[in-house]
């Protein structure tokens, strides 16, 4: 009984998903969407777009839920509930692919700056694929049951946005997902196939600034001084043993100083440097012995630095945390042969990456909810294979020249995301 069932979901998804006029209204609106992104918080246009396409689906439509998220609610009989997101917004990076729809847009940011935007990591493919399966599913009513909720999340690209729809209310004035679904495109896989990740598939995010305080004066009489650029690269340099010599080699952690400022001229000691930090983890228990050895590092260097305690080092942790992402393992089992058999081909086992996600905050609300994010490929395949021919790397995601083949991601994504809600919500 298990295999007819799991054979008509399969077929059903491909059935679905392959329509040629959805197709290409698919690819009209992915088109729409990338020449015309918003920025994190913001994105107020777009927002009212996909709220207008779920409910013209006859989806009961909430609007701005977390500042300008959209969450879509379908009942259809008795069952589970399964929560399928997308994010929304874009990023601030002047588009260089040379695309025909390529984004011309210059908008303001949050904080009122008048930037460039790009859909640069692919969100303009997750809400494609959002619209491309709730069009499936809606058709197919009589082949599920249960609750399905779609939400569209603004702010990922701050890591912001799943925490502001959650503070909204999204687990108690909206039904309490039993599943969490996601995809993500991918700038280093063919453009369709799938890949999964099981148990930690993307890391914690911290972000730490360190201002490095000492006492200027004339660089030509260091001796009268407490020279912060000194220390900031005492700092710089031990920072690297948290990793090399305080975290376990089964563990993985990475400490990366993108940022150091200080001084204006030559011979100028300045009063202060700063440095900014970015932290990644797997673990909670990693993730808080590694802030706590910035802390204890940048302060005891400035003690033995000779410092004055007014004058120590200040470590700021920024609240723009993100959990890691944890793809439960149980689910990722169930939906990973759904997935191969709707899109005709295997699906690729991944190893995690450093990168983050806020999906995540959806899985830690207690009690947890049981979510998967899986990996589609975005990369045309003649450009993928020129590229491991010539050895060259491949544009990544925020690059300028990111530009996914949408065609093949967007219709194996709708197929993907199609089979796991139906095996999800399954009608008995």
């Known amino acids: 009984m298990r295999k007819i069932i799991l054979g008509t979901l399969v077929s059903l998804a491909a059935m679905g998903a392959s329509h040629a006029a959805n197709a290409e209204d698919l690819l009209k609106l992915y088109k729409y969407l990338h020449a015309n992104p918003e920025l ?37 009989g008795n069952g589970p509930t399964v929560m399928i997101r997308a994010d929304i917004d874009g990023l601030p990076v002047k588009e260089k692919t040379g695309l025909s729809y390529a984004s011309t847009v210059m ?119 407490k020279d912060p650029v000194v220390l900031a690269a005492q700092i710089v340099t031990s920072l690297q043993t948290i990793v090399s010599r305080e975290t376990s080699p089964l563990e993985s952690a990475v400490v990366t100083v993108g940022s150091i400022h200080g001084g204006t001229k030559h011979n100028i000691i300045p009063g202060e440097v700063k440095l900014q930090l970015t932290i990644r983890s797997y673990t909670d228990e990693v ?20 410092l004055p305690e007014d004058k120590l080092p200040i470590v700021k942790l920024k609240d723009e945390y993100t959990p890691a992402l944890y793809n439960n393992p149980e689910l990722t089992a169930r ?70 083949d949408p065609k093949p991601t967007i219709d194996n994504g709708v197929k993907a995301m199609t089979a796991s809600a139906l095996e999800l919500l399954q009608n008995k």
Not at 193 to 203: H, T
Not at 376 to 403: E, I, Y
């Open 287 to 306: 993730r808080e012995s590694t802030l706590k050895s910035i802390e204890r590092i940048a302060l005891g260097l400035g003690l033995a630095y000779g």
């Open 40 to 76: 994190s918080r913001v994105e107020f246009k777009t927002a009212a777009l996909m709220a207008d396409k779920l409910d013209a689906l006859g989806f009961d439509v909430t609007r701005e839920v977390g500042e300008t998220g959209v969450v879509a609610v379908m009942k259809n």
């Open 107 to 225: 908008t303001k940011d949050y904080g009122g700056n008048e930037v460039p935007a790009m859909h640069a990591c692919g969100h303009d493919i997750h809400m494609t694929v959002l619209i491309g399966t709730a069009e499936n599913l809606v058709a197919q009513k009589e082949n599920w049951s249960g609750t399905l909720i779609m939400i569209l999340q603004p702010a990922e690209e701050l890591g912001q946005g799943a925490r502001l729809m959650i503070d909204d209310g999204l687990f108690t004035r909206f039904p309490r997902p039993d599943y969490n679904l996601a995809l993500h495109d991918s700038a280093s896989l063919e453009a369709g196939q799938i890949g999964l990740v099981s148990g930690y598939a993307m890391a914690n995010v911290d972000s730490v600034d360190i201002t490095v305080r000492g006492i200027g004066g004339h660089g030509a009489y260091p001796h009268t001084t």
């Open 335 to 404: 939906l990973t042969p759904i997935i191969g058999k709707a899109i005709g081909q295997d699906v690729l086992a991944l190893k995690p990456v450093m990168g983050g996600e806020d999906f995540s905050q959806f899985g830690r609300v207690e009690p947890k909810i049981p979510g998967l994010l899986f990996w589609v490929g975005a990369v045309n395949a003649k450009t993928m294979k020129k590229a491991k021919k010539k050895g060259v790397s491949l544009p990544s995601l925020h690059s300028a020249l990111f530009a996914p």
